[in-house]
Nanobody, 120 residues
């Protein structure tokens, strides 16, 4: 079983920055991709950014302001968020996609989420 734990959320003023961290831990797995998603009440969860191998992908609202990076040795992904806006307020969730070597098949795990609140 792979556990995913996020940290780094909090309250920040508009224009400020936050850095989110997410670590995947467990046994007999190999991470293939990690991503950050976010969700606000009444809305569907949306992709913020993802990283797989040497490739990154960003939602339009994240381009130029957010940066995703990964420490592959630690199975840890980061999301540096700059120039934050009140509309970035959401619960941010980490997703890890991996190969489960117990069953030799792909799988994924989600974290519990971390709240990011941006005040105006």
């Amino acid at each position: 079983q792979v556990r995913v734990v996020e940290s780094g959320g909090g309250l920040v003023r508009s224009g400020g920055s936050l850095r989110l961290s997410c670590k995947a831990s467990g046994s007999r797995f190999t991470v293939t991709a990690m991503a950050w998603h976010r969700q606000t009440p009444g809305k569907q969860r949306e992709l913020v950014a993802s990283i797989s191998g040497g490739s990154t992908n960003y939602a339009d609202f994240a381009k130029g302001r957010f940066t995703i990076s990964m420490d592959r040795g630690e199975n840890t992904v980061y999301l540096q968020m700059n120039s934050l806006k009140p509309e970035d307020t959401a619960v941010y969730y980490c997703n890890a996609q991996f190969v489960d070597h117990r069953w030799s098949r792909p799988s994924e795990s989600w974290g519990q989420g971390t709240q990011v609140t941006v005040s105006s």
